[in-house]
């Protein structure tokens, strides 16, 4: 143990807290060796690559507490978790515990298999044991270590081979007010077998003012020519922490979509890492986050590309206004042999405010020969000319710039097949630009 670690609060009280205890000698194992390694590291600082701009001294100086027994009984407004064009099976966790009464899991289609993730671990856990026994090794990993040993609940979601899911599934993740710092772990486990498909809708919110720690790990596999589309809205109260990691893999022919839109938190932060290991599969990115006051959000994307034919496509977008600061790095590694890759990443941002930051890091690693690879990150204002021709016509600055502004982001939105889900997300963003 570092002797830095030793005097922050929030590691001493990971030390106190209790871990959960399964029984299953591999898992328990698992856990153990995560809060260990966390322990020993404690928080990493920004001499740490992943963390370069993203400080977490004010988080290291709280004592967040596991547990929030008041969750299964708290009020919540039903009607908050709802989404248009949202209407499939819905689970939803608050403060980390299930909420059957507000979850909506009664006819479930043929072939989707939902389970809460304590209930898989008691009639079959050694199919989960790939994904929840894996160590955490890497510096700035402490979130995930701190995820795999407290997560004692979450989603076992399976699509069994050849089964097309039609109906979009609902996942909500609610933060609810509660006295003192409380924290909360979740994991979600996903399986599309071979040709299946899947539409998953990620949907993290707050309920009341609070400043809760809440962490969640997902794994999700596909399998050969599996098609997932995957939605995040991420609209977290705002003095809340949010740190995701969701790991991909794609096999061969299989195809992924991700469109992210991040607008809540005080401090939010979604690594994706994803292994493009099968020959033709494709992965498409879309994401925006849209910061105010002193919201800080944080992306970081490493896309690895290890077969041969894979593709992959990613378009974010950053405003940030106030003294907001926003954080993108866009990595792509093709692997020696991966010839035929296609891949492209643009990260464009937009500053609000002399006072706003963005830092974006695009990176490309190639190690084979017959590969078509681009990248390209601005940040920068907007374009006067084209404020000057709104103006031209009449239309009022302040109208000028909010249109300009929605446009750019509506861009990572374009292609959401859902129409009654992207009308909805695309108003939630614009209500979040300056007026």
């Known amino acids: 143990m570092s002797q830095a670690a030793a005097l922050v609060p929030f590691v001493e009280a990971q030390r106190e807290a209790a871990l959960p205890v399964s029984g299953i000698a591999w898992l328990d194992a698992a856990r153990r060796e995560n809060l260990d390694a966390f ?57 980390g515990a299930l909420r059957a009464d507000l979850s909506a899991l009664d006819a479930l289609p043929a072939g989707l298999s939902l389970q809460l993730l304590s209930q898989a671990l008691a009639t079959d856990a050694e199919p989960l044991r790939f994904a929840l026994a894996r ?16 997560a004692a609940e979450g989603v076992v979601l399976r699509v069994a081979p050849g089964a097309r899911i039609e109906v979009p599934v609902h996942l909500c993740l609610v933060g609810a007010a509660s006295e003192g710092d409380a924290m ?38 596909l399998g050969e020519r599996a098609r997932l589309q995957h939605v995040i809205l991420q609209s977290a109260a705002e ?16 195809h992924a979509t991700l469109h992210a839109l991040e607008l809540g938190g005080a401090l939010s932060r979604h690594e994706l890492q994803a292994d493009v290991t099968g020959d033709g599969a494709r992965l498409e990115t879309r994401g925006a986050f849209v910061l105010h006051g002193r919201q800080h959000a944080d992306t970081q994307m490493l896309v690895r590309h290890t077969a041969r034919n894979s593709s992959s496509e990613a378009l974010w977008r950053g405003v940030a206004d106030g003294r907001a ?31 706003a930051e963005i830092d974006t890091k695009p990176e490309l690693e190639i190690h084979a020969d017959e590969v078509k690879a681009a990248h390209g990150a601005t940040v920068g204002q907007l374009d006067p000319r084209a404020l000057f021709y709104l103006r031209s016509r009449g239309i009022p600055e302040a109208q000028a710039r909010a249109m300009l502004t929605a446009a750019f982001c509506r861009a990572v939105l374009d292609d959401l097949p859902n129409e009654a889900l992207r009308e909805h997300l695309a108003s939630l963003l614009e209500a979040r630009l300056p007026a």
Do not use: C
């Open 325 to 355: 600061r926003g954080v993108f790095r866009g990595a792509i590694y093709v692997a020696p042999g991966a010839d035929g890759t296609d891949a492209s990443l643009s990260n464009k941002n937009l500053l609000l405010s002399a006072n």
């Open 239 to 254: 003095g809340s922490v949010l740190v995701r990691r969701t790991g991909m893999q794609l096999r061969a022919g299989a």
């Open 135 to 150: 160590a955490y090794r890497e510096a700035g990993d402490a979130f995930a270590q701190l995820n795999a040993a407290f």
């Open 184 to 221: 909360w772990h979740l994991r979600q486990v996903i399986e599309l077998g071979e040709g299946a498909s899947l539409i998953l809708v990620e949907h993290h919110l707050g309920h009341g003012e609070h400043a809760h720690l809440g962490t969640a790990v997902t794994d999700i596999s």
């Open 39 to 95: 322990l020993a590291a404690g928080l990493p600082d920004t001499r740490v690559e992943a963390f370069k701009y993203t400080a977490l001294r004010a988080l290291g100086q709280r004592r967040y507490a596991i547990g929030d027994a008041a969750a299964a009984t708290r009020a919540i407004d039903a009607a908050a978790l709802a989404l248009p064009g949202v209407d499939g099976p819905r689970l939803v966790f608050v403060n």
